[in-house]
């Protein structure tokens, strides 16, 4: 687990799904006047080298980000999250990519909190120099998966939990599950948005239909693939599971989905889901 670094897959097509849904839930919550809290589990380092030897590397970001960086037809909740990236470049030059932390921090008010949770010792790090001491932040060198439950329910009684684990252990698609079901209990009205990489689709499907009989309402799902699922390709896909979603987030996903869908599916074998998983009462 501590060898993960998000370096390596910055600005790939699930940071795209995943930044859009973020993006989305945050812009609703600033809807009305009251203070929000936001909680994310793993962090990373903030912001990402484009032109670093680990982007390099696997060159991810070719799957996603930079796909979009360029055209003038995006729809509008893309246009949104490619424009808010840009804010990162100078002269709109496709050189860095903000991740989750800074891309919050860019919506938090005056009176809004972001509490990080950052297990790896060098990200840590890192995060820190990238929030740059912001009063509005705290940042903690622990487990988020495991400390973070200690904050609910949030002072605010507002919020959204963020929860995008590396996923290196199979035990982690449990603890996920686990994890969500005590936050729920402490905090029934939050909003959680659970990221998941598809890589052995059984997994999910054990990680879905445990969510479904765990007692938990209104749990909808949305996700991108660009290549159709296999036993070689590694991650073919990624989704976001969100619970207590906006009450539009299903609409902007029916639009927003297809159209990633066309634009970064590889020889037209892109596909996406949007479902409900379980109702709302």
């Known amino acids: 687990m501590l060898s993960y670094r998000h370096a390596f897959h910055a600005g790939n097509f699930a940071d795209v799904l995943k930044h859009i849904v973020l993006l989305e839930v945050l812009d609703y919550l600033a809807q009305k006047e009251k203070p929000f809290c936001v909680i994310d589990t793993h ?26 960086w360029q055209r003038d037809d995006l729809p509008p909740s893309v246009a949104n999250y490619v424009n808010l990236q840009k804010r990162f470049n100078a002269n709109a030059q496709f050189k860095h990519y903000a991740g989750s932390p800074l891309l919050i921090k860019q919506l ?9 949770f950052e297990l790896h010792s060098t990200e840590v790090g890192l995060l820190k120099t990238t929030m740059k001491n912001d009063k509005r932040v705290q940042i ?7 400390n973070s439950l200690a904050l609910l329910p949030p002072i605010e009684r507002r919020g959204l939990v963020l929860i995008d684990p590396s996923y290196e252990m199979k035990s982690d698609y449990a603890n996920v599950v686990k994890t969500l079901i005590q936050m729920h209990k402490r ?9 998941y990489p598809v890589i052995d689709r059984a997994r999910n499907q054990t990680l879905e239909s445990t969510l479904q009989k765990s007692g938990i309402t209104n749990i909808q799902l949305f996700e991108l693939g660009i290549v159709a699922d296999n036993s070689v390709r590694g991650m073919t896909a990624s989704g976001m599971i969100v619970i207590n979603a906006p009450w539009n987030l299903v609409t902007t ?29």
């Open 187 to 195: 905090f029934a009205t939050g909003t959680y948005a659970l990221w």
């Open 140 to 146: 903690e060198h622990t487990d988020g998966l495991k």
């Open 108 to 116: 938090l008010r005056a009176k809004d909190k972001l509490h990080l």
């Open 43 to 68: 962090a990373g380092a903030g912001k990402y080298a484009l032109d670093s030897d680990y982007a390099l590397k696997t060159r991810e970001f070719d799957t996603g980000i930079a796909q979009l």
């Open 253 to 281: 996903m029916q639009t927003v989905l297809p159209w990633l869908t066309e634009t970064l599916g590889e020889n037209g074998a892109g596909h996406f889901r949007v479902e409900t998983l379980v109702t709302e009462k």
